[in-house]
């Protein structure tokens, strides 16, 4: 009690004068370093607007156009305009989605197993330190060690399915992380809650953790996947440019945007420079709302207070 | 439905660290037995071993024998999930689960251990909310999220939510010690009306609300930090506050340590 009211009396000891002369040298200091973050913030923001712009400019009046979305390539050429990028849209949503389908389950039972199993082991160490040197694998490296492995150790042909292994090998330690992100933010006192009713541990997890975390995991999945989507390296490897509508995983090639900007990006027409515009500004799309959907999902399912 | 508790020779560690050593005590069934002592000296510790609660710290293990009438709860081939289902624990920290409404909270014991049946869960839901003193604030937002409620109102939730799945005996880690006067009174009414059904241990900081609430009152402390916890005494309430018979007791209740 007499402690709270001597405090008032010692602070206003302790504080300088506001108008002494250390306080104008501690202004000067604010606004320098004020004016310095904001000239990062937008040199940073610079190339960024640039690219937006530049893509909305040269990309839009061919997006805009309902063929885009409902065409293929198939039998155009360099002097014949028109033509979309359904093909390529539908390709890279299909390796998307086959990414995804084969990585989250492992990635989901991995962070489980490295959060709620094996955090003080041994074999928990090992398969964490695994993820950080497959986390720092390049993306021409994931898609070479694919090719490897398909196509000289297996001798089979290159079919848009390897091209998701060779993401999948990408996408794993990126949703891993984040899942083990979101489980350690959920407390222990759920966790213990959870046990002191009688529920075993697997129970716990599967109705307790995983749900707590659900909207957290959603969204490193879906940010992982806009990352994944955007990948090039492997498909340069292992997925060749198809101007056709292909939907078969495992034989033949399949157009997917970033080949798609590739294969064209070769010819030096008018043509085919807009079909790259397009297809970039078409991608970005696609994984800009990706990240929308993630954040709205994360704002949306948040467990409320 | 309420059982007595006999523990033996307990030990309990962290790894190589003695945190509670040669506990020797009985629990009386309906009745309620407080924990005091200063903090540090074991009282968490040595409740978790009750529930075998501990086995989910790692490197934490027991020696000695605890028995619930004549379960001996640390025997070859008992199952620590069932012993839970057995001995129940309510948490310093109200812990609802965030994801779930008030009536998915009660029943997450039940339901989890696959009871199914609407209206033997609606029947839990009610019963178990009566028993805890929360049903009339709270029948008529069964469906809201629990985290909706005040520190109090949560902290109930947590004990309805212990009780629904009907055990023998409640262990309360310091229930109160997050909450506001009123809220506290609300448990320690709670408390006293739960002890014609089930073994209660509470542990509390607090000597008053040990003398309001406790039958019987055990007094833990410590030589020196870094000196495993031991039982210095246990014995009805009114004795171990009136006429204690360690000088380590007296000193601390009339708070002159701890
Ligand atoms: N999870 C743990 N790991 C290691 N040591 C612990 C852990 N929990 C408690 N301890 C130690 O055990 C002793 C008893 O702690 P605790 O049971 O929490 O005491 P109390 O509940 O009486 O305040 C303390 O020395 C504490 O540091
Ligand atoms: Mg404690």
Redesign the pocket.
Known sequence: MSAATHTPDLVEQALPDPETPQSTGRRVKDRTATVAVWAAFVIAMIPLVWIIVALLVKGGSVVVSASWWTNSQRGMTTLTAGGGAYHAIIGTLLQAVVTAVISVPLAIMTAIYLIEYGRSTRFGRIVSFMLDILTGVPSIVAGLFIYALWVTTFGLQRVPFAVCLALVLLMVPVVTRSTEEMLKLVPNELREASYALGVSKWRTITSIVLPTAFSGIITGILLGLARVMGETAPLLILGPYSQSIATNLFSGFMGTLPTMINAERNEVAAIPLDRVWGAALTLIILVLLLNLAGRLIARYSAVRK | MAKRIDVKDLNVY?SS?K??EDVTMTVEPRSVTAFI?P????????LRTLNRMHEV?P??RVEGSVMLDDLDLYAKGVDPVSVRRSVGMVFQRPNPFPTMSIYDNVIAGLRLNGVKGRKDLDEAVETSLKGANLWNEVKDRLKKPGAGLSGGQQQRLCIARAIAVRPQVLLMDEPCSALDPISTLAIEDLVNELKSDFTIVI?THNMQQAARVSDRTAF?NLAA?GKP?RLVEIGDTQKIFNNPIERATEDYISGRFG
């Open positions: 962290y660290f945190a509670v002592g903090s540090g000296c074991g009282k968490s510790t040595f710290i490197g934490a542990v833990f930090t916890g």
